[in-house]
T-cell receptor, first 116, second 113 residues
Framework: EAQVTQNPRYLITVTGKKLTVTCSQN?????MSWYRQDPGLGLRQIYY???????DKGDVPEGYKVSRKEKRNFPLILESPSPNQTSLYFCASSLLSSLGANTEAFFGQGTRLTVV | QKEVEQDPGPLSVPEGAIVSLNCTYSNSAFQYFMWYRQYSRKGPELLMY????GNKEDGRFTAQVDKSSKYISLFIRDSQPSDSATYLC?????????????FGKGTKLTVNP
């Protein structure tokens, strides 16, 4: 079954304590991305990766890091979480069209992060 | 002007109604148009995918794209309570500046039995 798996699903942490949210896909997609979803603001892209060892900033990258050492995995790292990073996070992997456009995205089930 | 505009609703309809959901956009480079459905506390799931202009039908769902007006629609016929969710439009263009998926903020739909 094609899927994107995120862990953990729920996380409560304290300000400044480093954390990692893992993401893995089994569809051999080249393109992966992280989004955060906040009420009234919709989905906003944090970081994306076009392929192994190729990552770039999305719309709201401040306070986040990513790495792409293997094609299937794309972890999101918060080195020093702050309360304004409390949000619902989604990992996604996508097919690229023949024109290089990001098309059908498959999303994970989400990670609800609370930073106190 | 925002790149993609979508009325957030909420939209409440009786079971069996025809639902129309819409998005407008400003970037003429967009060529790929998608609709995602997101149930509460779940990740978005792809519902419909259309390339360029025209209509696409899948069961009770029809997606329409009018590139000349920069307007896309999703119609749901014979709506069911199980259709209650937030619907997100998304679009992208060719590599070279517009390849990233751009999402609308979503319209929350409730279908009442």
């Amino acid at each position: 079954e094609a899927q994107v798996t995120q862990n953990p699903r729920y996380l409560i942490t304290v300000t400044g304590k480093k954390l990692t949210v893992t993401c893995s896909q089994n569809m051999n997609h080249e393109y992966m991305s992280w989004y955060r979803q906040d009420p009234g603001l919709g989905l906003r892209q944090i970081y994306y990766s076009m392929n192994v060892e190729v990552t770039d900033k999305g719309d709201v990258p401040e306070g986040y890091k990513v790495s792409r050492k293997e094609k299937r995995n794309f972890p999101l790292i918060l080195e020093s979480p702050s309360p304004n990073q409390t949000s619902l996070y989604f990992c996604a992997s996508s097919l690229l069209s023949s024109l290089g456009a990001n098309t059908e995205a498959f999303f994970g089930q989400g990670t609800r992060l609370t930073v106190v | 002007q925002k790149e993609v505009e979508q009325d957030p609703g909420p939209l409440s309809v009786p079971e069996g109604a025809i639902v129309s959901l819409n998005c407008t956009y400003s970037n003429s480079a967009f060529q790929y148009f998608m609709w995602y459905r997101q149930y509460s506390r779940k990740g978005p799931e792809l519902l419909m995918y259309t390339y360029s202009s025209g209509n696409k039908e899948d069961g009770r769902f029809t997606a329409q794209v009018d590139k000349s007006s920069k307007y896309i629609s999703l119609f749901i016929r014979d709506s069911q309570p199980s259709d209650s969710a937030t619907y997100l439009c998304a679009m992208s263009g060719a590599k070279g500046g517009s390849e990233k998926l751009v999402f609308g903020k979503g319209t929350k739909l409730t279908v009442n039995p």
